[in-house]
């Protein structure tokens, strides 16, 4: 019995081993070995060792993409999961029609993040400046409400905000399914007794809530971050990195000069640095996070 439950157990595994090794893994094999050459994604190419990590290093283009990818990764994590966090108290609250609401506001997750794009793009160009343009004439805001008439995406200073909005709009939904469970293992009693103690609704979320749902911000946190430092679609849909360069994300500079610009091996290097730039950055976060997690057991 216990040989026909282990054939059973590699059949399932070793198709699906399989299929990642090759898609996945030696992919990345490959990029690991391809960095140490000078290959150009076609022809021949020889071995120069460390010399493509230590262009890295020297590269202004990088360092500036670098300095936008942080920038906005950071930006977005904290509006995502404060907006969420907020949300998903909302709906963990008795208001009518709750469940409902919880589908809609989760809908977002479901579309595809290009289409997204693509929909709030044309949103700046035209319906955005044209409401902002009734808005301030209406109320006669003139010059300082100037840029509510203008689209933020060919703005080189305001482009990245408009992408961390459509990426906030949408990264809300999964997190804020994850707040929501994370509520539901808050035991009532806790806020009873802390009511009869005279605490207030700030000290309750503070000294109760959140120490308790703080694995699932440990999760929302970290998963958020490496997601927004790996951003590409929405940028290349909204702004293809640019005005210029304002919004030329890491993986984009990987992307077309690996694959566009014949750096391939340049980019490879690029890319195993940022996979461990990306590595550290989570494992950093979930270092600090998991020091305010607490057991109710």
């Known amino acids: 019995m216990k040989q026909k439950t282990f054939d059973a157990f ?18 990345a094999l490959q990029s690991l070995f391809y960095s140490f050459t000078n290959w150009r ?57 709750r469940r409902i609401f919880r589908a809609i506001y989760f809908f977002p997750n479901i579309l595809s993040i290009l289409i997204i794009g693509f929909i709030f793009r044309y949103m700046f160009v035209y319906l955005f400046p044209q409401a902002g343009a009734w808005f301030v004439n209406a109320f006669h805001l003139g010059q300082p409400f100037a840029v509510l008439t203008e689209n933020i995406l060919g703005k ?20 804020t399914l994850l707040y929501l469970a994370g509520l539901q293992t808050v035991p009532d009693e806790l806020f009873e007794a802390a009511s009869l103690d005279g605490a207030g609704k700030i000290s309750r979320f503070w000294h109760i809530t959140l120490p308790i749902i703080m694995p699932f911000v440990t999760i929302n946190m970290v998963l958020a971050m490496k997601g927004f430092l790996m951003v590409f679609d929405p940028i290349m849909a909204l702004t293809g990195g640019g005005p210029g360069r304002a919004t030329e994300a890491i993986a984009l500079v990987i992307y077309r000069g690996g694959f566009q610009g014949g750096q391939f ?13 990306i590595l550290l950055v989570s494992l950093f976060q979930i ?5 305010r997690e607490v057991s109710i057991a």
């Open 10 to 27: 590699l059949i399932m595994v070793i198709p699906a081993f399989l299929l990642f090794f090759t898609f996945h893994t030696f992919p």
């Open 41 to 97: 994604g076609y022809g021949i190419y020889k071995f120069v060792g460390l010399k493509n990590y230590l262009n890295v290093f020297a590269d202004a283009r990088v360092w500036e993409a670098y300095l936008f990818t942080f920038k906005f990764a950071i930006t977005a994590t904290l509006l995502v999961n404060i907006l969420s966090l907020l949300l998903a108290m909302a709906l963990n609250s008795t208001i009518p029609l």
């Open 156 to 175: 080189p200073n305001l482009a990245w905000l408009g992408i961390v909005a459509v990426v906030t709009w949408q990264g809300i939904a999964f997190n």
């Open 265 to 277: 091996a340049y980019q490879s290097a690029n890319a195993i640095l940022y996979f461990i730039i």
């Open 287 to 291: 270092k600090v996070l998991q020091k």
